[in-house]
């Protein structure tokens, strides 16, 4: 049994080319530590993928949050030329005053979805500068990936935990973004209710001048009747004189 565990975890005082044949560890763990490094590999690629796309939305929503701003602050400045009472005022002044607010948080909460970095591995230079170095090279192949496998382990964790972090800022972004998108919704409810009642007032006015104009027309064209009939009239006592 020592013989055994002597032969199986003997020093690595030998070049790495003559332990391949035995090897310093057994072959399930090498093959186990390979197996697990390419997968470790992997999965940090994959959180690493997550982040840019969680980076993508939030750069995507940040664009049209600005976009949003934009539009709701040349609004706010035109609202003074709008004709409408104080009171309808007042309301498009809270609702657009509301709208802003919401995108200004919003937007912050993209930014801090965008700040934290993901890792690919995280191997320190220090343990870098180690892999040139001769006794690193001479030790056995698997206690090197299995140092590689620790790097790529503490890497998906790191990058789990800035991916967890970044969805749920995103999460908030977009809740407060869809409360904007409520306020700007309820805005132009308001102005086109607004514009609605404008309208039917201004058409009462406008068919009582084109009746007026119509009555002016009729007693013209009587004027011009009654005329017609008078000379008519004037010429047949004329002609009975004669």
Not at 169 to 185: N, P, W
Request: hydrophobic letters at 45%; glycine letters at 8%; proline letters at 2%.
């Amino acid at each position: 049994m020592r013989s055994d565990t002597a032969s199986r975890y003997r020093s690595a005082d030998r070049p790495c080319w003559h332990s391949r044949k035995v090897g310093t560890y057994a072959d399930e763990v090498v093959a186990n530590v390979e197996f697990l490094e390419a997968r470790a590999r992997e999965l940090a690629d994959q959180e690493t993928d997550r982040a840019r796309g969680l980076d993508g939305k939030a750069t995507a929503l940040l664009a049209v949050i600005v976009a949003l701003i934009a539009a709701s602050a040349a609004f706010a400045a035109r609202m003074p030329d709008l004709a409408a009472g104080q009171d309808l005022r007042v309301l498009w002044a809270a609702e657009i005053g509301l709208a802003l607010l919401f995108l200004l948080a919003a937007g912050g909460f993209a930014v801090a979805a965008v700040v934290p970095r993901a890792a690919r591995t995280a191997i320190h230079i220090d343990e870098l500068l180690r892999w040139r170095t001769e006794v690193y090279l001479m030790q056995d192949p698997a206690l090197v990936k299995g140092s590689v496998l620790n790097a790529s382990v503490h890497s998906i964790g790191h990058s789990r935990t800035v991916n967890t972090r970044k969805a749920k800022r995103l999460t908030v972004a977009s809740m407060l973004f869809g409360a904007a998108l409520v306020s700007i919704v309820a805005l132009t409810i308001t102005l086109a209710a607004h514009d609605a009642t404008r309208e039917p007032a201004q058409h009462p006015t406008g068919d009582r001048t084109g009746t007026a104009a119509g009555k002016r027309h009729a007693v013209g064209r009587a004027h011009v009747s009654h005329a017609a009939d008078g000379s008519e009239a004037r010429r047949r006592t004329d002609g009975g004189h004669r």
